[in-house]
């Protein structure tokens, strides 16, 4: 018999909090007291969500949503450990299960380590073994707040339209809530077309603030971005970003938290995105705008241990399908501490007047590997000469084996997140 590979969870017996905007669940949720399946939850039953969500909401077992949900008005929408939510699939050009914590709003999203919460595939839970997941069959999370940010706060969230969708303001310790031991898989949507700007990515962030706590979230196979930070002050640790169509990590308006222990991991099997018939595809993009000004508030986070993993071969294998490990352009600028990046035809890339990789790193604790080039542009002169390599084949930079598509994978001693724990999840195969 076909099965799909297990996922961690651990026994759960939470019942659905009912309220005007969720249609009534027959049963319980019960999960198996051993490690369950897709096909476990898969034949539990549904609780389906649509339209806003205005008073206290708590979720669990089996969620679908149905369009975009907004929490809002004073709402905290709280999802319990082992939840998992999936979208109505809707017709093209409607958005797919998109959950919007809006200025006005909050969510309680904090998982376990043997009980995450995850927003995944339809396709993963409809208890048909034949199908595959693919990106794009959820639309997204977004967080919004009103933190500073450069740009107006009558600005919208990109790929969405309204009010309710506004980001940004003065309030640098704004808190969007929690979200904790969480999984988003097979995500992201863009409403017009590959590279429209009218994209919703995996997990958005605009505005947010340094009173949330964002930990342990991990986003694979997304159809945009895996993470974007537009502005805000919120930070973020033990971050995941697997197998992104674009980009694992993408940073604008005026973005300027820390990250402490990232990684960003290539599934060269994944899709990739194209810009001018040329690959798009980076580690890190980082703008501190569209038009590429000076602002009073530039765009320039601090990440610290950060590790971006690309494809063991290079221009003349699968190396190609990418851009660049780290790519700053646009004014905007980045500070770097503790960083190996490996697998990308360019390592680190600065570009344009304006942007730098910051003084304030600590260059010698870089390491860079390209196929062509290691580093290049401002800033990046700095970098220990030792530290930097190019040549057809990536460097592991002291890890046991990181590549993905080369059998059995580590990225230690790198694994600061607990990167391969059992929160985790990497393999979606269907296997006899």
Known sequence: MKRLTLI???????????????????????????SAEYLTASSLPVTKVNGPITSNTTWSGVIEIDGTVAVKDGATLTIQPGTFIKAK?????????????????????????????????????????????????FGGVILLGDAPTNVPATTTIEGLTGSDYYFGGSNASHNAGIMKYVRIEFAGYDFVGANSGNEVNALSLGGVGNGTTLDHIQVS????????????????????????????????????????????????????????????SNGIE?????????????????????????????????????????????????????????GYPTGIRVEGVGSELSAASNLGSIQVHGFTTSVTGAGTAGIPVANLLTGTTAASWGMSQPFFNEGSWNVSPRNCGNFQGIWTKYNFAIVE
């Not at 019942?15 to 999960?31: E, G, I, K, V």
């Not at 797919?96 to 006005?104: A, N, P």
């Not at 502005?231 to 197998?243: Q, R």
Request: glycine content about 10%; proline content about 4%.
């Open 8 to 34: 961690a969870a651990a026994a759960l017996s939470l019942t659905a909090c009912q309220h005007d905007n969720l249609a009534d669940s027959s049963t319980p949720f019960d999960m198996k007291s051993t």
């Open 89 to 137: 699939p809707n017709a093209a050009g409607e958005g797919s299960g998109i959950l919007v914590i809006t200025k006005t709003g909050k969510i309680n999203a904090t998982g376990t380590e043997s009980q995450p919460i995850v927003f995944t595939s339809y396709n993963l839970l409809d208890g048909n073994e034949d199908t595959t997941a693919t990106p794009g069959d």
């Open 221 to 280: 196979y997304g159809q945009d971005d895996s993470f974007e930070f537009f502005g805000g002050t919120v930070n973020a640790s033990n971050l995941i970003s697997f197998a992104a169509e674009d980009d694992n990590f993408d940073f604008d308006n005026g973005y300027t938290g820390t990250i402490t222990c990232a990684l960003s991991l290539a599934d060269y099997n994944s899709a990739h995105t194209v810009s001018g018939g040329s690959p798009d």
């Open 286 to 342: 980082l703008d501190n705008n569209a038009t590429g000004t000076s602002t009073s508030l530039i765009t320039n986070p601090v990440i610290n241990n950060l590790t971006i993993v690309g494809p063991k071969f290079g221009t003349a294998g699968q190396g190609a399908a990418y851009e660049n490990g780290i790519h700053i352009r646009r004014y905007g600028k980045l500070t770097l501490n503790d960083v190996v990046v490996t």
